[in-house]
């Protein structure tokens, strides 16, 4: 059994849904042979440091987030703080040594996305990235499917990410409507999960052209280390502007020629956490949905032209990790179901010794994605992808 050795930074609803699902590693996966060890948390609220230490079992808390990375004990730093400080602490990090998994973005800018990822690879550290919808057990037999070729040449891409969590006028203005702090709106928080998913299914993206629109411009003022993003505030509280974009949606084009569309929304009514992607080929087609995680709608037509449609597989022990968490056909996983295996695929790429996927280069090649969306916005045209840094 190889110990891993982990301090977390940030102890808010991400930082505690990362911890638990260390925890649970060794529980879901004893066969792997790793046990993480939870060594010591920081968050800058002191209550909610001290609370996480005696709830998940870390050895120590700090108010200092530089503390973590000066650890002798701490091998890997696990970054889920707001987004202004993903540079400068994963930065140290690298100069320190330790390996890093970091929330997306990783930087508020493709510019600073592109300085970390220089910095950890100089490093030679370790690295991942949040995009843990990619680690859906259906996903990944999406994938298995796509590169079987059975449902021959792609034709058509479409995903999206329509998420209700600021639909409410009275949702509370945190870090993630503040461009200071978060930097892009939905471009970095929801389309850079899409853009990731599309890299994995699809390939390189060519060019794009885009579009954004903010609908709902102030917002009640938060209480520092209370509530989540999900929080909502009275109509008589004091407000503040929402100065960055709700919406997202951008056309793109393939490096092999094919087409498709993106897009993200955080204020849309009707779709509760709607991240979806569509794959048409000449063979045949699937789909997938978060709300509907544990199933894949494909449709592979019959020789014959009998039972022509769409069929509903749903998820099962045969289907990659499914099995470590639920026996047989139909049992439902969960949200932090695929961040214990985000976890787990980090860890074990420490304990090889080997970069893990998504990293930073694939953080890096999101936000090219990302910056030639924003230069669309400007220019009104299409825009090249290109190679930052």
């Keep these: ?22 925890l649970r590693v060794p529980l879901n996966f004893s066969d792997a042979g790793i046990k993480p060890r939870l060594i010591i948390c920081s968050d800058n609220v002191e209550a909610r440091a001290k609370s996480s230490q005696e709830l998940l079992g870390f050895e120590r808390s700090t108010t200092d987030w530089r503390e973590v990375i000066a650890d002798p004990d701490v091998e890997a730093v696990n970054i889920c703080t707001p987004n202004d400080l993903h540079v400068e602490i994963a930065t140290a990090a690298a100069a320190a040594g330790k390996h890093i998994f970091c929330e997306k973005p990783v930087g508020r800018s ?7 990822e220089k910095a950890a690879r100089e490093a030679g550290v370790i690295t991942g990235v ?6 859906a057990p259906m996903v990944q037999h999406a994938r298995d499917l796509i590169r079987s070729g059975k449902l021959g040449e792609m034709q058509i891409w479409r995903s999206r990410f329509f998420s209700m969590y600021g639909a409410n006028p009275l949702g509370l203005l945190t870090w993630r409507f503040d461009s200071e702090i978060a930097g892009t709106g939905v471009l970095g928080d929801l389309l850079s999960h899409v853009v990731d998913m599309t890299h994995m299914m699809v390939g390189p993206v060519k060019r794009v052209i885009g579009q ?8 009640p003022l938060p209480i520092p280390g209370k509530g989540t993003h999900y929080s909502a505030g009275h109509p008589d509280d004091p407000k503040g502007p929402v100065n960055n974009e709700d919406y997202v949606g951008a056309l793109v084009e393939f490096g092999n020629g094919m087409v498709g569309t993106l897009e993200a929304c955080r204020t849309i009514v009707g779709p509760k956490s709607q991240f979806a992607f569509e794959w048409h080929g000449s063979g045949g087609a699937l789909g997938w949905d978060h709300e509907r995680l544990n199933e894949l709608n494909l449709y592979k037509p019959t020789d014959d032209g009998t039972d022509d449609g769409f069929i509903r597989v749903l998820g099962g022990d045969k289907y990659p990790h499914h099995g470590s968490f639920v026996p047989g056909d139909g049992n439902a996983i969960g ?6 295996i985000e976890v787990l695929e980090f860890l074990r790429s420490i304990a090889a010794g080997r970069q ?8 890096l090649a999101v936000a090219e994605v990302c910056a030639a969306i924003a230069r669309s916005w400007e220019s009104g045209s299409w825009e090249t992808v290109t190679k930052i840094g």
């Design 1 to 22: 059994m190889k110990t891993i050795n982990i301090g977390v930074i940030g102890m808010g609803w991400m930082g505690q849904a990362h911890s638990r699902s260390y």
């Design 110 to 116: 493709p510019a600073e996305t592109a300085r970390v």
């Design 130 to 135: 949040g995009y843990n919808y990619r680690w």
């Design 212 to 219: 954004k629109h903010t609908y709902i411009t102030e917002r």
């Design 335 to 340: 949200y932090e179901d695929l961040k214990v």
């Design 356 to 363: 893990h996927v998504p990293g930073f280069a694939e953080a």
